[in-house]
């Protein structure tokens, strides 16, 4: 009898080849949106501070806020690399790069999607909430809770800094 696994280091495995068979070509459903989506530090991919499967067929998957990416997506047909920046939004020009990626399939076409943006607050108005994943242990949440929209009230001319910032609403 032959054993296919050895049963104590250094002895011996018995393999019996066997053909392979072919897999079905699989497919996704012609309408699946689904994407996991990825959050790093620096100016690489990796290591990744935050990450979530991100399901839009019925908004879902661990994504912490999935009906508005979703809905932001969809707006660009699942395409990250065409969501249009906020206008109003002031970020400091501090540099503290941030990657994102996003891979999956968004109605039948395949994403792949991995940008840098010179600061979290940079990623925010350029991508809303799709990304907001947190991944800053220093701060937690800090740089994702930036306001949607920034007025500075009318003043003097460009070149001299305002003298208030007013949120929406304040």
Known sequence: MTRPLPLHPGEPAHVMPRPVEPVPRARP??????????????????????????????PG?????????????????????????????????????????????????????????GSPCALRAATGGVFALGGDSRRPGAEWNAPDRVETPPGPSLGTFPGTIRRPGS
Not at 70 to 77: G, I, T
Not at 85 to 111: E, H
């Open 29 to 58: 459903p012609r309408n699946a949106k689904a994407l996991v989506l990825s959050l790093a530090r620096g100016e690489k991919p990796l290591p990744v501070a935050g990450h979530a499967l991100l399901l839009c067929d019925r």
């Open 61 to 117: 998957g661990t994504h912490p806020d999935a009906v508005r990416a979703c809905e932001a997506l969809a707006e660009v047909r699942g395409d990250p690399a065409r969501l249009r920046p906020r206008t109003g939004v002031a970020c400091t020009l501090q540099y503290d790069p941030v990657t994102v990626t996003a891979s999956g399939i968004w109605n039948s076409r395949f994403i792949r999607f991995e940008r840098t943006y």
